[in-house]
């Protein structure tokens, strides 16, 4: 019994209470300064994302060279901002279940969307596009193609 009393009530070593609040204040400073910068990414990053439109411009150029092609464009990139861009990104990148599409050939894209339409098991989420597909006309997916051509 005494020597538990002798224990505790030995001195601690001086600086040590110090070094332990130092370490508190820098693991509170780097867990404030990284919540600050995950929040700001995450805020803009949402933000610009949802403000930003589709590339007009390059349409824009298309209108001037070849009216005809840049409706049918223009319909496919109506339709695909109504409907694609929530799965598929706006710039046709993916998501993180979703494969990018950006950068496929406009026969490429015609042929997958034919395929998810007529019903065919293609990946092992095709029950999340194929009612999409299942919506969309011949001349629907020829203007989806026609513009996710241009992404
Ligand atoms: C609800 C989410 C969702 C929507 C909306 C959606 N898709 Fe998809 N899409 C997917 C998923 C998931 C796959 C992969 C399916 C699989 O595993 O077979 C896919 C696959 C594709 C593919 C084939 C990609 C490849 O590399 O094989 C194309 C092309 C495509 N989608 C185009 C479109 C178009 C055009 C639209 C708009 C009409 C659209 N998608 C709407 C989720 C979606």
Redesign the pocket.
């Known amino acids: 019994m005494n020597d538990s009393t002798h224990t505790h009530a030995l001195p601690r070593p001086s600086g040590r209470g110090l070094v332990r609040k130092l370490g508190w204040l820098v693991l509170v400073t780097a867990v404030g300064i990284g919540v600050h910068f995950s929040l700001q990414g995450i805020i803009q990053s949402g933000d610009a994302e949802k403000r930003a439109g589709p590339d007009l411009h390059k349409l824009e150029q298309l209108e001037a060279v070849d009216p005809a092609r840049a409706a049918k464009v223009r319909a ?1 990139m109506l ?2 901002e109504s ?6 990104h706006r710039s046709g990148i ?2 993180k ?5 950006a950068g ?1 050939t406009e026969e ?2 015609q042929t ?2 034919k395929l ?1 339409r007529s019903g065919v ?13 299942a ?2 006309s011949d001349e ?2 020829g203007n ?2 026609a ?2 051509a241009t992404l």
């Open positions: 496919g339709k695909y409907i694609c861009r929530l799965c598929h993916g998501g279940f979703t494969p990018p599409i496929k490429g894209v997958l969307l998810y098991q293609m990946g092992p989420l095709t029950n999340l596009m194929a009612p999409w597909a919506e969309l629907d997916i989806l193609a513009y996710v």
